[in-house]
Each structure stands twice: as C-alpha cells, then as structure tokens.
C-alpha cells in the first residue's frame, strides 16, 4: 500500500503502521481532504496482510480536535447548504471511518493527547487500545454546537466502553472528560506524559506481534462481533470456528513449540 497522502504521515516500521494525523495548526481537525484520506487509508488495510498494527496519533498540540467548521461551514453536518441528500452524503463520509476502522483486521492503539473532540473522540472509541496523555480531553462536542450528541459510532462504542450511566452524562452535557477519569472509568489502559506516549505503546505492539498473524486478526474480528452476539451460542459458534481456523495453520504447531521449548515463535502466517 503506498499513497502520497498530504495531511497524514505514515511511518513503517516493518509491520506496523504509525500513522499521524499530520494538521497541527488546526488541531488536526477534520477537513475535506483528512476526511478523503482517511477513508482511503482504512479501506486498502482491509486486504493488506503485510500490516499487522495501526498506531494513530495526531501532529502537535492535539490528537483531532472535531470537525473543521471553518473549512466545512455550519449549515450542516457536511457544510454543504444543498439540502439533505449532500448533507447525508456528507455525514457518511465522515462516519464510514469508523467503519472501515472496526473492518480492518489490524489492532488500531490510539495515542491520545490534548483535545479529542467530537469525531477525534469517535475515532480514540473506535480504537481498540487508547493510551491517554497526561493533557487528554475528550468530548461529545456535537451537542455544543446545536446538534446530537449521537454521531460518527459515539452513541454506539461509549455506552460499551463506560456503561450507560457515565456515557449518558458525557453525551447529554458535552463535558469534557480528562486523562485520570478517563483511566479511572475504563475508557483508556493507561495514562503517560505526553512525550511517552509512543513509548508506551511499544509494549502493547510486541505483544502484538508475538502473536499468530491470524489469530490476531480473528480475535479482532470476534470480539467485534461478540459484543453484539444475541447470546452465549452465538458467540461461542464464532469462537470455536477461530479456532479450528487458526488451528489448521503452520503457525498453531510453530506457536506450541516455541511455548514448549520456551523461546519466541516464528511465525509464518500460514
């Protein structure tokens, strides 16, 4: 996958991706062309098997502040005054981001600091890891600028992350919540100074990566769809075919003998 984005960076580091959203004299806030380029992104990692992590973080004093209403207007969601179908065209756009970021079969780490608001905030839920900074604060900021705090998945991935009680108060007021209560209410994993954070992630990626390539991918995609099994069965039908997947492969026999001969596996992704 190669592109020449313009407002995000992409740093390889072999099978993981730090990728940085790259306006920092905006706070990294979501104009048309972030929008466009993130959408691209998340797409092509759906098939790309040579990426394994996603690291997102954002550029200077935040990790994305919302929406760029100056670059978008505020007649609507999409700042486009044509009416309701170019609005919810615009609205898609934003919201098919988290999307394709709970498609994608690699662990998204977001590294959170300064402000995330509104779709940043969306984006830190749509995560699967979230390590704060000291300086984090994250808000629902949708409802303080006249409309639904229920946007881009919040509604959807807060109440799962927090409970109800806590995410009905974040949503209903807009308040903003900080790194320590963040950690305190189980939002994120951890909480560093700012100038760690990519530190601090570090761990969390070779954990990754001493893990089968498939059966990191499966576990992502089954607890995706574990938290919104019907019940136990039906979550314990997706389990047992991972694992009857996973054990079909080079990777399970290579897996069981590095515990047993007490080394790192070498795995093969096969």
Not at 115 to 122: D, L, M, N, T
Not at 163 to 171: C, D, I, N, T, W
């Amino acid at each position: 996958m190669s592109r020449d984005y313009t407002v995000i960076k992409i740093g390889k580091e072999g099978p993981v991706d730090w990728v940085t959203l790259n306006r920092p004299d905006n706070l990294n806030t979501l104009d048309p062309v972030l929008i466009g380029e993130l959408l691209d992104y998340f797409q092509d990692l759906y098939f790309d098997r040579q990426t394994r992590i996603v690291v997102l973080r954002g550029a200077g004093r935040a990790f994305c502040a919302g929406l760029d209403i100056k670059a978008r207007g505020s007649n609507t969601t999409d700042g486009d005054p044509r009416g309701p179908s170019a609005g919810l065209l615009g609205q898609r756009r934003i919201s098919e981001i988290v999307m394709r970021m709970r498609r994608c079969p690699q662990p998204i780490i977001s590294l959170v600091h300064g402000p995330a608001c509104g779709g940043g905030f969306a984006f830190a839920l749509a995560s699967d890891i979230r390590i704060a900074g000291e300086s984090a604060r994250m808000n629902a900021a949708f409802i303080r600028l006249g409309l639904s705090a229920c946007d881009i998945g919040v509604s959807y991935f807060l109440p799962r992350l927090v409970g109800v009680s806590v995410a009905s108060e974040l949503m209903m007021t807009g308040r903003f919540i900080n790194a320590e209560r963040a950690l305190r209410v189980g939002l994120v994993s951890e909480v560093v100074p700012d100038d760690q954070l990519e530190a601090a992630a570090r761990p969390y990626i070779a954990d990754m990566l001493n893990t089968s390539p498939l059966g990191l991918r499966l576990t992502k995609e089954c607890l995706n769809m574990s938290v919104d099994a019907p019940g136990l069965e039906a979550a314990v039908a997706m389990e047992d075919r991972n694992q009857i997947l996973c054990a079909q492969t080079q990777d399970v026999a290579e897996g069981m003998a590095a515990f047993l001969e007490k080394r790192a596996p070498n795995y093969q992704d096969r």
